[in-house]
């Protein structure tokens, strides 16, 4: 039988390494690897591909990414890239001229490190737009930026108190001060207009054409349902799943209402059933333990240090009880769920692997996969926990250098000890723990290529160091499966990930072989080809 795609006349990277130089690939599957002898399988109708020394690939896998908020962002006030608070300004102030006929100004992206304290004004706002609310997050999502007229309409004042799950930023008198952190964002955010269903898909097939771009087949999309006045995603997926637009493979994750308990569980079941059609399946639990490191609500077992060294009070938050976590997470074991945890401070990386503990005691071995997601600080008694339990280390590969957030926002406030725990790829990989790998999008780029850089790198895609802990740098080879092979697994993707023979055609193709040059240079490498189930889906250039 003759090929319906052929690839020759390159590397390709294959789970025992680079041992294949061309790839035949028929009815969606790929049914040949090898060299030569593969190119008898062309046919007069076979689309051959001539690799020209660039690298075959399996498709890159995102395991933590929110594609249809970042594709709304894009079409909205987008403050991505801005790294000075003049800037940042002028860009709200420019979107809102020339957009005068929205009621209020939304979109989001900007920089924590382009304020002082990582916490913009009201004034400055009030200075771009004075007679309109603005709600923005920054980057990160975890804190938003509004004006007078948004606080006002929300009734924020001085007496407003701070919900259990946020903080409002206060001036010296007590007045909010224009940014509000985790929950706190709902006071405000639950007040703009959400997004129509037909915004919705427009931002999904819109971040779709770019992850494809990117060389990305399939993601776990890691908040589905409803968060922080955030827009359920559930709908687009169901649709695109439907009509053929969803050409990607999607996990989604259905969030877990950390205001309830337990009692939301059946709903979850409920949940799962409905939404899941074609491409798209829903059999993921989002558990988000705590917050971020740069606003002090990231769960960590010791307090956080003052600008002068010394302990704080504050040890962060925990968004669900860590007494009432592992009950949960049995449950949800034991009904095939698997579980997603945000875990970024060493007291919530804790707590989620005692209730992937607790699951594994009361039911035993099973195949639902958690993962924990981000692992900013974990404590090195915990490290070889992951291999033990079976925990996938999901990480973000992009925040593991020297930038303004991390050195003016983060290891301050850490201590030495603790910033020297930061971002442990290479103590994980040694210690035997699976690695997947992610984005985070749109709190930051979702090219795998930029990503794979700094975790083989420890600096910027664009910087020349100082290296950071470099101990912590990992192979090129384990970064690249970390992923493909890595998030397939928790995707539950199992007849993806890799280039061999039964595999599903969910194939990129580099402009270059990464593996043959230097690590410094591997974020000059893009993508020239994306397949899923051997049909292209991008090319590059066109």
């Known amino acids: 039988m003759h090929a319906d795609l052929l690839f020759t006349g390159g590397p390709v990277l294959t789970p025992d390494g680079r041992t294949a130089t061309a790839v035949a690939v028929t009815g969606g599957r790929i049914t040949a690897v090898g060299h030569d002898e593969v190119r008898e399988l062309a046919g007069p109708r076979t689309e051959v591909v001539d690799l020209a020394g660039r ?29 000075t608070a003049e800037d940042t300004v002028a860009a709200v ?25 990582g916490t913009p004004t009201k004034e400055l706002l009030d200075a771009a737009v004075p007679d309109r609310p603005v709600y923005l997050p920054n980057r990160d999502h975890h804190g938003a930026w509004v004006n007078s007229r948004a606080l006002e309409l929300a009734g924020i004042d001085r007496n407003t108190p701070d919900p259990a799950d946020g903080r409002i930023e206060r001036d010296a008198s007590g007045e909010p001060s224009g940014t509000l952190q985790e929950g706190a964002m709902q006071l405000v955010g639950r007040l703009t207009p959400p997004a129509t269903a037909a915004d919705r898909l427009a931002a999904l097939l819109h971040a779709q054409r770019h992850l494809h771009a990117l060389g990305i087949t399939a993601w776990q999309d890691a908040l589905v349902g409803d968060f922080l006045g955030m827009d359920d995603p559930a709908g687009a997926y169901l649709t695109a799943a439907r009509d053929g637009s969803l050409t990607a493979r999607v996990t989604g994750a259905l969030w877990w209402d950390r205001e309830r308990g337990g009692e939301q569980i059946p709903e ?22 705590d917050g971020v490191a ?67 005691a009361a039911n035993g071995p099973s195949d639902t996969r958690p993962h924990l997601a981000h692992l900013q600080v974990v404590h090195p008694d915990d490290v070889p926990r992951f291999a033990r339990l079976g925990a996938t280390a999901n990480i973000q590969p992009l925040w593991a250098a020297h930038e303004p957030q991390m050195d003016e926002l983060t ?12 971002y442990p790829f290479g103590a994980l990989l040694r210690s035997g723990a699976r690695l997947a790998a992610g984005s985070d999008w749109p709190v930051s780029s979702p090219d795998p290529l930029q990503g794979i850089h700094v975790a083989v790198n420890r600096v910027e895609p664009d910087g020349t160091g100082p290296v950071f802990l470099p101990d912590e740098r990992i192979s090129l080879a384990d970064a690249l499966t970390a992923y ?20 599903l055609a969910d194939l990129v193709v580099l402009d270059r072989d990464p593996l043959a040059g230097p690590p410094e240079a591997i974020a000059e490498t893009s993508v020239a080809l994306t397949y899923v189930e051997g049909e292209r889906v991008y090319t590059s250039g066109a």
């Open 93 to 117: 102030r420019a979107y809102a001229a020339a957009h005068p006929e929205r009621e209020w100004i939304l979109g989001g992206g900007w920089s924590m490190e382009a304020f002082e304290g």
């Open 294 to 360: 740069e606003n002090h609500t990231a769960a960590l077992l010791d307090p956080y240090l003052d600008r002068c060294g010394c302990a704080t009070a504050n040890r962060g938050k925990s968004f669900i009880d860590p007494a009432r976590l592992p009950r949960y997470v049995t449950e949800l074991d034991a009904l095939g769920f698997q579980c997603h945890f945000h875990a970024l401070g060493d007291r919530a990386v804790r707590d989620a692997l005692d209730a992937v503990e607790a699951a594994r």
């Open 55 to 83: 690298l075959l690939l399996p498709g890159f896998q995102d395991a933590h990414v929110h594609p249809v908020p970042a594709g709304l962002e894009l079409s909205q006030c987008d403050l991505s890239g801005r790294t």
């Open 484 to 503: 493909t092979a890595g998030s397939a697994y928790v995707n539950h993707l199992d007849d993806t990930g890799r280039v061999a023979v039964g595999a």
């Open 268 to 289: 979850l079941v409920e949940k799962r059933a409905a939404s899941s059609h074609g491409r798209f399946r829903a059999g993921t639990v989002k558990l988000m333990l």
């Open 411 to 422: 290891i301050p406030f850490l201590g030495p000890e603790r910033a020297a725990w930061q």
